[in-house]
């Protein structure tokens, strides 16, 4: 068992594995605490898939990293490449807890392609770190921030998400702090 302060990152098919790694340093350096990608599991998504709106349940996928992962002490982050929803929401990038356990991401809409523009593996690499960063921040109890450069402030276009830094602002980071030291 790891402690509160650890963070598993999960994939979750369907899933780009190669994505996963890089996560590992920008989530350290952000919530100063040991990050692991396990190896041993992989979660299948196809339970959450929703057949009418071509589209995996992001509530659903954390229900099942609660049920599945119900032992571990730390948080954990779901990745995935399947394209999320929640009912109200024409897609999200991700979702979490608030101050909770799990918060999952996808990089479906946060690749270049999916706008008619030449793949950019950078890009969307950043991207993935600016919104696990943003859903881990609500699950140890983040809410948005009005500030546009930091990761906590709300995005609903990939362009968003290219204004915003990888940083928590200093209101943001406080409050993380308190949080973290809470653990």
Not at 5 to 23: C, E, F, H, N, Y
Not at 44 to 66: E, H, K, M, V
Request: charged share 20%.
């Amino acid at each position: 068992m790891a402690n509160a302060s650890s963070i598993l990152i999960v994939a979750i098919s369907p899933v780009d594995r190669t994505l996963l790694q890089p996560l590992v340093k920008p989530l350290t350096s952000a919530f100063r605490c040991r990050i692991e990608v396990t190896r041993a599991v992989q979660l299948d998504g196809s339970f959450a898939f929703n057949l009418s709106r071509n589209q995996y349940s992001s509530t659903a996928l954390i229900t099942s990293l609660l049920e599945k992962f119900e032992d571990f002490d730390g948080r954990i982050l779901g990745v995935t490449s399947g394209d999320l929803f929640v009912p109200v929401l024409t897609y999200v990038f991700g979702e979490a807890q608030l101050d909770g356990k799990v918060a999952v991401v996808s990089s479906h809409r946060l690749r270049e392609e999916l706008y008619g523009l030449a793949p950019d593996p950078n890009l969307l690499n950043l991207r993935l770190v600016k919104e696990s960063i943003h859903e881990l921040g609500h699950a140890f109890g983040l809410l948005h921030c009005n500030n546009y450069l930091c990761v906590m402030h709300s995005s609903t276009g990939a362009e968003e998400i290219d204004v915003k830094t990888d940083r928590f602002c200093s209101t943001c980071s406080g409050q993380l702090l308190s949080k973290l030291g809470d653990n």
